[in-house]
């Protein structure tokens, strides 16, 4: 076994990390349109990078002007006992982050999702309207970074409040949501309107380990980014934290720092081959790297690693 593993990850190309299409763009403006229609904003964010990769223009264009919640979705992915801790360091690091919850999307009991419109009711209640107090219904902006849960959200809150379901498309890639569509209702008494708006990243991320934290959880599409590095930074953070499950899973016979020694292992415990043709027109079978790389994020995204707080590196 290794005894020395990589204690900082090398810097990669920036420009695999800056993915923003034009209708990212084109989405801020239209957000930033709305607001007049708005009432509170929630900000979804994934729960396991709670430091990583919230867009900051949010708070000078849309979230700083309203009433703000902040969701950290997808909780059940992190130890429950990092909650507070994880507020602490939130709220001394932004004064807007007053109010922050919870959720897993996929459990509509869940104490969070149930704390939403009440937080949310309470916020605009004891909030200035402004052109907006003689508005007898209540609308409410869904905001965040691609893939974190924004449409999930609104699927469950519409579900819980009105037995409906399939108000917003949800999908495990990035990017999904291109437009900021019309209002859906949510709940009939009070009347209570939610805007869906696209994912949208800052233009430019900050660092090599912030783009690569996004990737991991899938806010950055995994071909633009590519599925080898993703999986190369994944088991630099778990041999930094000596989870070595990976070893088993991958079928190599002990931990390792090299990634490319993990996929091939893990193609042969696949039984995943391809085939590459020679400049010469022939064919050779070579272990298949790439759908190895894409077992093993899965595998990290799925749980199979355990909970784990990729940014637990941020509260040392």
Known sequence: MSNTFRTVFPTVNRDLLNWFPGHMGKGMKQMQQKLKQVDCVIEVHDARI??????????YTISGVKPHILVLNKKDKIDRRLQGQI????????SEARHILFTNCKDQSCNGIRKVMPLAQDLI???????????KEYCIMIIGVPNVGKSSLINVLRNR???????????????????VLNKIKISEDPLVYLLDTPGILKPNIADTETGLRLALVSCLQDHLVGEELIADYLLYLL?????????????????????????????????????????????VIRPDAMLAARHMIKAFRTGAFGKILIDDDKFV
């Open 50 to 59: 709670p430091l990583s990769g919230r867009n900051s223009e949010f708070r």
């Open 87 to 94: 507020v602490d360091r939130l709220q001394q690091e932004d």
């Open 125 to 135: 209640l004891s909030s200035n309207r402004f052109n907006r107090a003689d508005q």
């Open 161 to 179: 409040h009105l037995n409906k379901k399939g108000a917003s498309q949800v999908g495990a890639v990035a990017g999904i949501t291109r437009s």
């Open 239 to 283: 041999n930094k934290r000596g989870n070595f499950k990976y070893v088993e899973l991958m079928g190599l016979k002990e931990p390792t720092d090299s990634i490319a020694e993990v996929l091939i292992a893990g193609s042969k415990h696949l039984d995943k081959t391809v085939r590459v043709r020679h400049y010469d027109g022939s064919f």
